[in-house]
């Protein structure tokens, strides 16, 4: 049923262009995700992972086909609609943290809803319940670089959190974690999917995270390879 | 959403704190210059009005082709009429007349004999009617020692002067100079006073007598070199100036009486039109060099942080700002950072053009052998264009690097400044 498909993805193609030459990094991707799921891209470095999330994440469009998320065409967007549409309903985590160094652990986590103007009493409300589910209200008022790695990536959970999107993208999010924080950051991901039903994507190809998939989709040069659901 | 954004950038000391040093102190070298300048330029005016040329002087053709050499033999005669005439024409401009010459003072010693002699720039102004001219020369404040002539008879002599030759208050000197008719005319005089003018033209060897005395001396009954015409205000209005001059002159255009009278406006005189512009010229380059760097040093700056902040940028939209957002919001940033450089750079150099206003740069050495009517000291002059000569071009500067440099973020795919996330 359309209404529960949160993305469909058809025949999608992403070119690079360097010069005359081009770069075919998607060829021709397509699959669908309902709302609620907890899906990998997994595949090897360079068969276009990062490309179809930020395709999905209607931070880059496509060369051809369509990328439909929440019922938005990403192709046709114009990039108010696109910034639009990431506002309200979507989180990214990335590799990197990507925590702005200037804001205390509380101001990040702040920072979706000041987008979003919602008002001071339902930020607070929503900031302290995010740092919560991550475990970090003692940490509120530190700045970035006073956190660990772990640590550093829970404030990005809950930036993405916090205003409670539909879908949460993962670009790689325990790539630079020990074992015990990549499963303690999947285990909270992994409630949360289950306590509000944000579909989260991941692009990995960490063994740790692909364990607690639901969902596996398989890429290779581009094209879907595999799509595997996991018990 | 501003307010957030402010308090991160005040935070951030490479996006706050340095461009402000940057821009304030840019501002501050502009508004100091330029105070400088116009101070340099609106002395130089008065000191010549008030000495030299007036607003407008009124001399004979005769006399203005051959002024360097003091013709007074071609001097204006039935002053007292041409006076009346002016004072009836341009109610509210002063009119005075002055003599200038030169000659030999011959200093006698206790019997008479000539002791030394020396050569004298004079000055004949009306100093016993009425208290205007002292008040215009400042004579009364340039008394070294002594006091203002009060009686026929009495001149004062440039302090330099009479101690070159010896002379103390209360001593007898002889000039010697020639009359209008051509002429030897030899006059005595007591000194009265010695007086220090701070200009080097008038102190190296000058001396200021009453007119009518000089009008005796030299044989110029109802005569008179030149007449001075000044503004109500005590302001040259360049185009008030010409136009009187315009009106003035025509009505002798079609005579060719070598004594007809013309008149002449500060600009026209001692070559102070092409100073004047000069120094405007000078003035507009110094601004625009500044400003010109004052721009580069901001946009590099600006590129630089614009670079740093690829990966904030980069964040930021991908947790939902639009790119005009994200520009915008870089421009009122640059605003805030103009604003706050702006005002401390206009603030300190207000400050330090208003110690240069009040205290002078003294500069003796440098105008020893000028015959420039120019004070020794420098003075800043804060005028309403201190306060924006700095501030506008310092808030335009920060604007225009900030809008150039974050043009970048425009140029660059969304995904790719995203890319510098993953580095
Ligand atoms: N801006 C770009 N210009 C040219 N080629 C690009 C660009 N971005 C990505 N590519 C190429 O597209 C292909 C897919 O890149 P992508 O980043 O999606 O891979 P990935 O699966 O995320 O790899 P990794 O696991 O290493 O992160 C790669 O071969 C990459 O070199
Ligand atoms: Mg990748």
């Known amino acids: ?95 990197t943290y990507n925590l702005l160094p200037v804001y205390t652990v509380y101001e990040n986590v702040e920072f979706p809803l000041l987008l979003l103007k919602k008002g001071n009493a339902e930020r607070e409300h929503a900031v302290m319940q995010a740092l919560e589910w991550v475990g970090l209200t003692a940490k509120a008022h530190s700045r970035p670089n006073q956190l660990s790695g772990g640590e550093s990536q829970r404030v990005a959970v809950a930036r993405a959190m916090v205003k409670v999107p539909e879908i949460v993208l993962a670009d790689e999010p325990t790539a630079n974690l020990d074992a015990a924080n990549s499963h303690n950051i999947l285990t909270m991901m992994q409630r949360l999917n289950d ?11 960490d063994e740790k995270v692909i364990s607690y998939l639901h969902r596996k989709i398989v890429l290779n040069d581009g094209r879907v390879v595999d799509d595997i659901m996991m018990n | 959403m501003i307010r957030f954004l402010l308090k991160g950038l005040i935070r951030d000391h490479h996006r706050s704190v340095f461009p402000v040093i940057i821009v304030s102190l840019g501002v501050m070298l502009t508004t100091l210059l330029f105070s400088f300048l116009s101070g340099v330029l609106s002395d130089m005016i008065d000191a010549s009005a008030r000495f030299e040329t007036g607003h407008l002087k009124i001399v004979t053709r005769a006399y203005q082709t051959l002024s360097d050499q003091l013709p007074n033999d071609l001097a204006l005669t039935h002053v007292d009429t041409l006076l009346a005439s002016l004072r009836r024409d341009y109610p509210g401009y002063d009119w005075t007349a002055r003599i200038k010459f030169a000659g030999l003072l011959d200093v006698p010693d206790e019997h008479g004999e000539t002791k030394t002699q020396n050569p004298v720039f004079g000055l004949a102004v009306d100093l016993l009617r009425s208290g205007r001219e002292a008040e215009r020369l400042n004579v009364r404040k340039a008394i070294v020692s002594g006091r203002m002539p009060q009686h026929p008879g009495e001149v004062l002599v440039s302090d330099e002067l009479a101690r070159r030759i010896d002379v103390g208050i209360g ?30 033209a008038m102190d190296r060897g000058a001396m200021i007598a009453d007119l009518s005395d000089i009008q005796y001396a030299l044989d110029m009954p109802d005569g008179a070199a030149e007449i001075l015409g000044y503004s109500p205000n005590g302001f040259y209005v360049s185009d008030e100036a010409a136009a009187m001059r315009h009106a003035f002159n025509d009505r002798f255009t079609r005579s060719a009486d070598r004594y007809a009278p013309v008149m002449m ?22 601004v625009g060099v500044f400003l010109a760097a ?15 902040r690829y990966g904030e940028i980069g964040v930021r939209l991908a947790l939902g700002e639009s790119k005009d957002m994200i520009y915008t919001m870089l421009l009122v940033e640059s605003v805030v950072i103009g604003i706050a450089g702006s005002c401390i750079g206009t603030v300190l150099g207000v400050a330090i053009a208003y110690y240069f206003q009040e205290i002078g740069l003294d500069i003796t050495g440098a105008l020893r052998n000028s015959s420039i009517m120019m004070s020794n000291l420098v003075r800043a002059r804060i005028g309403a264009a201190s306060f924006y000569i700095g501030f506008i071009p310092g808030l335009a500067a920060t604007l225009l690097g900030t809008a150039l440099s974050g043009i970048q973020i425009f140029k660059r795919q969304t995904a790719s400044l995203f890319k510098e996330l993953e580095a």
């Open chain 1, 1 to 95: 049923m359309a209404t529960s498909q949160i993305i469909t993805v058809s025949n999608l193609v992403k070119d690079y262009f360097m010069g005359r030459q081009f770069f075919r990094a998607l060829n021709g991707i397509t699959f669908s995700a309902v709302k609620g799921e907890f899906i990998g891209f997994v595949g090897p470095s360079g068969s276009g992972k990062t490309t179809l999330l930020n395709i999905i994440g209607a931070l880059d469009n496509p060369t051809s086909g369509e990328a439909i998320v929440l019922n938005k065409p990403v192709s046709t967007l114009h990039q108010k609609e696109a910034a639009r549409l990431r506002n309200d309903s979507i989180g990214f985590i990335f590799q």
């Open chain 1, 195 to 205: 306590e509000l039903k944000t579909t989260f994507i991941f692009a990995t190809h």
């Open chain 2, 171 to 200: 001593h007898p000197i002889t000039l010697l100079s020639s009359s209008s008719s051509g002429g030897m005319a030899i006059q005595n005089f007591i000194i009265c006073g010695t007086v220090e003018f701070g200009i080097a």
């Open chain 2, 265 to 286: 406006t500060l600009e026209e005189q001692n070559g102070l039109g092409e100073y004047i512009s000069y120094i405007d010229t000078v003035g507009y380059i110094v």
């Open chain 2, 294 to 308: 004052m721009s580069m040093v901001l946009l590099i700056v600006g590129l630089m942080s614009g670079i740093r």
